[in-house]
């Protein structure tokens, strides 16, 4: 099983949808949680850390199930630019040290 | 602007060449990361400094040799690289590896294609 799996999509909304986007993590040590945007070409940018009690950033609504090992994110009235491969990240314990696992990503396309 | 700084942006390499890829930040993160991403793949981890010692090395082939000359630097050094190495390749940084809590800063990367 993979340490982290996310939906596959493509997801392709109208502008003003609600999406969901869902993942799975495979460590039950994972404690750090993060939902990060790729724009093409460009590098990864931290969109929202994934609390135990959920939270939320104007549109962006993230949710942890630790009993689950799944996390969420709902992204509200979608916009134009919105539309950017949306990648699930998960801590990985390693020893003494720890890394950031990546989801594979679900590319988002929001039309007009 | 980002706040990691990676140079060069584009390399075009032979397979004989030798080449190194630099990375710095000035946020005072005492841990630094590379990251190998293929196209349409999520980012895959290659190696993991810690106060400028290597703590992570996910079995990266010997023709890529890290560096870390201080807490602010950190260098990917290549040679006899093969074609399926081209890729962007990422820097990230972080407070520390063991309190990741705040997440990676990215650099913008480095394409590099090996013909």
């Known amino acids: 099983r993979k340490e982290v799996e996310q939906d596959p999509g493509p997801f392709n909304v109208p502008e003003g949808a609600t999406v969901a986007f869902n993942c799975t993590y495979s460590n039950s040590a994972s404690q750090s949680f993060f939902w990060y945007r790729q724009d093409c070409r460009k590098e990864p940018k931290l969109l929202m850390s994934?609390?135990?009690s959920g939270n939320e950033d104007g549109r962006f609504t993230a949710q942890l199930n630790r009993a689950s090992q799944y996390i969420s994110l709902l992204i509200r009235d979608s916009k134009l630019s919105d539309s950017a491969t949306y990648l699930c990240?998960?801590?990985?314990?390693?020893?003494?040290?720890?890394?950031?696992?990546f989801g594979k990503g679900t590319k988002l396309t929001v039309n007009p | 602007d980002t706040e990691v700084t990676q140079t060069p942006k584009h390399l075009v390499m032979g397979m004989t060449n030798k080449k190194s890829l630099k990375c710095e930040q000035h946020m005072g993160h005492r841990a630094m990361y590379w990251y190998k991403q293929k196209a349409k793949k999520p980012p895959e981890l290659m190696f993991v400094?810690?106060?400028?010692?290597?703590?992570i090395n996910e079995s990266v082939p010997s023709r890529f040799s890290p560096e870390c000359p201080n807490s602010s630097l950190l260098n990917l050094h290549l040679h006899a690289l093969q074609p399926e190495d081209s890729a962007l390749y990422l820097c990230a940084s972080s407070q520390s590896v063991t309190a990741p809590g705040y997440g990676y800063t990215f650099g913008s990367g480095t394409r590099l294609t090996v013909v």
């Open positions: 990240v998960v801590n990985s314990p390693q020893g003494g040290s720890e890394k950031l696992v």
């Open positions: 994934v609390y135990s």
């Open positions: 400094y810690s106060y400028e010692k290597l703590s």
